[in-house]
């Protein structure tokens, strides 16, 4: 493996700077490298030599750059370069900063439901753009679909057994397809049918792989598996599948027929292209609302300031409880901590008052805060659902009876260890063995109540002020105080944009009447349908936006 990795250093002269290894497939190694000439870290891709000699292996290499090279989409990793030199063939890609969809469920257990379905809609609008250019990607599996870590955003690579659609019209630098009819080219757990017997494929064969990587996402293993590869296939071309739901009951029954229908044998019981299930997903809004940055940061600020007004509250009659009503050094704490919680507090209505200015309305902070409390909810609900999680609930729930136990016993151990003392009566001392004993079983207390009182399943108490206060009457009325006197942003614009994108934009309110038409919201309506409506939002904006320009 050093040898092969100094070969490859040696051939690739100074232009890149191997690190190490990312992974290895089929069809190669890939390294993560620094171009040097851009100073910029990149995954290289890297046939082995001796497959770089034979022509048909050569050629598919070779066609998956220029392929994978002629896409650009935010859902598909996209190439930079080729090295081709006799026997030596690689290519150089973005390198996603994150994990592939098989890595993340080996490392953390099956996908949230929220998860997949932004897996199913991001890889979908991937396989729209491949498909409705020609192209089929042949070999969608959970290994070929990474996750960015600081988005969450799914991305499709490896494009290495793609083939032109022969009804469609050849990508630019592409010829027609390699892989001819009658070969079984792909992975055998999850290969469709058609293409397990070597017939005809499109990108109907892309939306069983799909579904079979959705299923391997929620459940953790393979719907298709096998001992030999021979079995692996007679089962993809013979089996019927469980329905979704019986694998995981939580699942919505949108999304559960969803995958069923993805992964039927009879192509033409599937959707017809990938557009079809991105627009099944939306219809039945199984995808999370998009909450707006500045509220969800507004949010954590709330939870934030509920939790230092209980503390804060607790303090304060304590510090006044204890303290002497003619003495005013003890009584200046209280008073200086009330000072900092209505600081705090002015702060966040601060805040509150500059999203009324940026053109938020207080019901629609209403609505993304009910969002983001019902983020948590639904993340109670899948860890309930998980039985993994249920079993390490229980162990917790376990060790923490045991160490309250222990720790109720040594401290009762200490009691027994108590001798008076002489010169004071009502008085013990107990060593320094027994102060062992009590602090150890103090310390094995306090791991417990946390065990015991805080449970993934449960909403905590903070949580639960944040629900009665901001959710509740007192909220909105900050919100609405928060927007008196300020002056009103263009609404027609900022709901025209929610519409058809559902996010806000621009900050800064304007005191310009706004002759920009309301579009009607096309969140049921088809992809092309809300395309077009951006579209048009668009034209109206630089119509008015050029009208401005030449009045000033």
Not at 19 to 29: F, H, N, T, Y
Not at 296 to 310: A, H, M, P, V, Y
Not at 458 to 480: D, I, N, S, T
Not at 490 to 501: E, S
């Amino acid at each position: 493996m050093q040898n092969e990795l100094e070969q490859v250093r040696a051939r690739l002269g100074g232009r890149y700077v191997i690190e190490r290894e990312l992974g290895r497939g089929g069809m190669g190694a890939v390294y993560l490298a620094r171009d040097v000439k851009l100073d910029r870290p990149v995954a290289l891709k890297v046939l082995p030599t001796e497959y770089a000699s034979r022509g048909l292996l050569r050629d598919r290499f070779l066609r998956e750059t220029r392929t994978a090279a002629s896409f650009s989409h935010p859902n598909i990793v996209p190439v930079y370069a080729v090295e081709d030199a006799e026997d030596f063939l690689a290519y150089a890609m973005a390198f996603v900063e994150g994990e592939s969809v098989a890595d993340r469920v080996r490392r953390a257990g099956p996908l949230s439901i929220r998860e997949t379905v932004r897996l199913l809609q991001d890889t979908g609008y991937a396989l729209a753009y491949a498909h409705g250019r020609g192209v089929v990607h042949r070999d969608i599996k959970p290994d070929n679909i990474m996750i960015e870590r600081a988005t969450g955003r799914a991305l499709v690579m490896d494009f290495g057994i793609a083939r032109v659609i022969e009804s469609a019209p050849a990508v630019s630098g592409t010829r027609g397809g390699l892989t001819r009819v009658g070969e079984v080219v792909g992975t055998p757990e999850y290969m469709s049918p058609e293409q397990a017997t070597g017939d005809h494929v499109d990108g109907r064969s892309d939306l069983y792989s799909l579904g079979l990587t959705a299923y391997f996402a929620l459940t953790g293993a393979p719907a298709v598996s096998g001992d030999t590869t021979g079995k692996i296939l007679a089962r993809q071309i013979a089996d019927v599948l469980p329905p979704m739901k019986s694998r995981r009951p939580d699942l919505p029954p949108a999304l559960g027929e969803a995958i069923d229908r993805c992964v039927a044998k009879d192509p033409n019981a599937r959707f017809a292209n990938a557009e079809g299930l991105v627009e099944a997903l939306d219809a039945a809004q199984l995808a999370a609302p998009e909450i707006p940055t500045a509220i969800r940061l507004f949010g954590q600020e709330l939870g934030k300031l509920s939790l230092i007004t209980i503390l804060g509250s607790f303090m304060i009659l304590f510090m006044f409880r204890s303290a002497k009503p003619d003495s005013v050094d003890e009584m200046l704490p209280p008073f200086a901590l009330m000072g900092v919680m209505i600081t705090i507090a002015t702060q966040t209505v601060r805040e509150a008052r500059r999203l009324r200015m940026g053109g938020f309305a207080s019901a629609e902070l209403i609505r993304g805060l009910s969002a983001v409390v019902a983020e948590r909810q639904a993340r109670r609900d899948e860890l309930r659902a998980d039985p993994l999680v249920r079993r390490a609930r229980q162990r917790a729930l376990r060790w923490a009876t045991l160490l309250l136990a222990g720790g109720i016993a040594l401290i009762w151990e200490a009691r027994r260890l108590r001798v008076p003392v002489a010169d004071a009566p009502g008085q013990f001392a107990i060593g320094r063995t027994g102060v062992a004993l009590v602090v150890v079983g103090v310390m094995m207390i306090g791991f417990s109540l946390p065990l015991l009182l805080r449970s993934p399943f449960k909403m905590a108490l903070p949580e639960r002020l944040f629900r009665v206060v901001w959710l509740g009457p007192f909220g909105r009325g900050v919100f609405a105080l928060a927007g008196l006197g300020r002056v009103k942003p263009p609404g027609t614009t900022l709901a025209a944009v929610t519409a058809v994108t559902g996010s806000r934009v621009g900050s800064q309110p304007s005191t310009t009447p706004s002759t920009t038409p309301v579009i009607a919201s096309p969140d049921n309506g088809p992809l092309e349908t809300r395309v077009a409506a951006l579209e048009r939002w668009r034209e109206s904006l630089e119509a008015r936006e050029g009208a401005d320009y030449g009045t000033s």
